[in-house]
């Protein structure tokens, strides 16, 4: 898991590092203020120990967290907390109290002016929004929003790390209940790479290289194919202009190593689709699209049109190359079997013509990687933001209570 940070107005985080800080080895030896690092500088630091404050998206330790929070703000963003608004954000159905200490901890310790703690999966909507705005695509995704004219409609795929997890969103709310998530990522991906890159080549793979190699190869080399046995049928017909290279040097000897990576380039990813694929997997994990497909279903019948038409991709997991067509694909088929394929009224508005079964459309964009990130900088550069910011005088007037439910973006 990563803490991104960066200023309102720009595409890309401006730090993105493990979500750790290193504290003291011996507990009587205390640190001062600023006297410990985090991210990759606290996994790396000798004689101190790294803590994780937040484990699946959800803060574990709030007195780690306001560290995390503090090195961020004065060595990373370098700014005084007391001269910006802060937007922070949750994963769906953090609970509340955990926005209220996150509250007090931004506006009693930092003395921030202002704060918004936005969904994630409603920014990630917004910044696919945005970018379908930039490009001039709006009049087309314009077609799919929701009969009360709110494009924050939509599924949103959030795959990073650690979980998978598929979000409707209606009108800018999420419908928690309808939340469906399955236990495979990126570091699955990464697993399923090394396991089947240990076995074609072994001892090429320095043991304690091997982890990061599988990494890399994954993000530079994988893609998501349409058919995994035709795709085999292509590398075995024509190995040469699938396979790929991958040179390394090797940390033991110095020299140069190179490996062909053929099928793992689409099996990787395969495991969203396939999940049986994976060695660790117990049979009763469902694939990704039967996940989106389910998440949709649980949605009142109105909606179901809309959330199909507008799948929004989010996270570093949904990176590979194709992924947004093999998904529509899929999803697509089970709409198809679910209707066969005919005219059907799920989803249709009052009043329209029935027009077939919902058609899926999953929307990849430029900002996918970072989405939430990206959402959150849009939000703050745009003049939506300033209803959306609590400030500290309605914060001392209400309290901590004030930030106990999420306001809803509505101003376009
Ligand atoms: N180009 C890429 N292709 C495939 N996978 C990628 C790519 N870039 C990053 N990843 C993978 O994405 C994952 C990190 O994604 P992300 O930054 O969204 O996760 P996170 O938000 O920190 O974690 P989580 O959401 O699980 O808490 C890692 O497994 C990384 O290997
Ligand atoms: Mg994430």
Known sequence: MQVKGGLAG???PSFVEPTAISVPASPDKR??????DIGAAALAQPGRHAVWPMAKG???DFDAMERLWAACIYKRLCVYPEDHNFILTEPPLNPPEHRETTAEIMFETFDVPGLHIGVQAVLALYAGWAMAEKAGTKRQLASTVHHSGNPLTGVVIDSGDGCTHCIPVVDGYVVGSAIRSIPLAGRD?????????RSSHGAALPPLQAADLAVKVKEQLCYTCSNPEREAGKYTSEPGKYAREYSFVDARSGKEVSITVDHERYLGPEIFFNPSLTSFNDGRVVPLHAAVDDAVQSCAIDTRRALYGNVMLSGGSTMFRDFDKRVQKEVQTLVNARTGGSASTSGAVEGQQVMGPPQVQVVAHPLQRHAVYAGDSVLGASPAFRSAV???????EHGAHIVRNNPVYTEW
């Open 10 to 12: 720009s595409f890309q």
């Open 31 to 36: 640190l001062g203020d600023l006297e410990f």
């Open 58 to 60: 959800i803060i574990t």
């Open 189 to 197: 991906v990464t697993r399923h790479m090394l396991h089947m890159l």
């Open 390 to 396: 609590v400030t500290r005088a309605e914060y001392e």
